[in-house]
């Protein structure tokens, strides 16, 4: 693979860490909480890991550069992304992106082929790469059932026999606060097996995701914040003259002042 093409090579950490804190700073400015369901996940590091998730907005390729930092933090991450789209946004590829073309059988060898020599050559402190895909292609409203990915997936999962595959359910959602909750969570991990067909991969690989994102779903309806792990706090309140005002009402009363609407267990 060329220099120039190479993610590998290209692939900036302290650019990465820098882009990330960007992140936690916006990301605290526009939810209320980036909260994690179930088990905190732990991945040998001399297996190499392979997350595929739904894609219900166009926050998910931050969030999974967020998730990697505050929660595995040295291992290096890559994913693919539209060709198109990553010459308008070059400096992506100094994260660890890069381009694959939509829809096409060129874009589906580059896809197999790119993932398999940055799953193969990279490696960090914490433990080997990271490869994250948003499986389903497309935008897709976190309800709808049967969730369909595509087929590169399972194609990888044929081609990488040490590798894990990791399900992760991704909603956004309002509970009792002005910004709302990014809530994820990651499901058992499945060793990756060139013995099962494609199409049994396909079926297995939907059929884990479909069951987190439904595990997922009850926790999100619940609004019960006990059941999560807070991976990133954002910020509290309605709005900085009303906030202001509500400050002075608490210090005059000489009462602690929160600018939640309600106070989390």
Known sequence: MASGSDPVALRSEPLFRLFASYLRFSFSRSFHAVRLSGALPAWPPQQPVIVYS????????????????????????????DAASLERYGFFQRLGVFGIEKSSLQGARRFLQVSRD?????????????????????????????????????????????ALLVP?????????????????RFGTPMVAD??????????????????EMDALALDAMSRDS????????????????????????????????????????
Do not use: K
């Open 118 to 162: 940055v799953l193969t050559r990279s490696r960090g402190p914490a433990g080997r790469g990271m490869v994250w895909i948003t499986a389903e292609g497309g935008f897709t409203d976190p309800r709808s059932r049967p969730i369909t990915l595509r087929p590169g997936i399972a194609h990888l999962a044929r081609s990488m026999p040490d």
């Open 54 to 81: 739904n894609h219900p907005s166009w926050w998910d390729p931050a969030l999974f550069i967020l998730v990697t930092d505050q929660m595995f933090r040295g291992r290096p991450c890559f994913g693919p992304m």
């Open 194 to 211: 060139a013995g099962l067909r494609t199409a049994e991969w396909t079926l297995r690989l939907q059929g884990a995701l479909s069951a």
């Open 226 to 265: 006990a059941r999560f792990q807070r991976v990133l706090r954002g910020r509290n309140g309605v709005s900085l003259p009303y906030d202001l005002y509500r400050r002075l009402r608490a210090l005059l009363a000489g009462r602690p002042f929160s600018p939640a609407h309600e106070e989390e267990a």
């Open 168 to 184: 992760l359910a991704i909603e956004y959602g309002f509970w009792n606060e002005s910004r709302p909750e990014a809530m994820i």
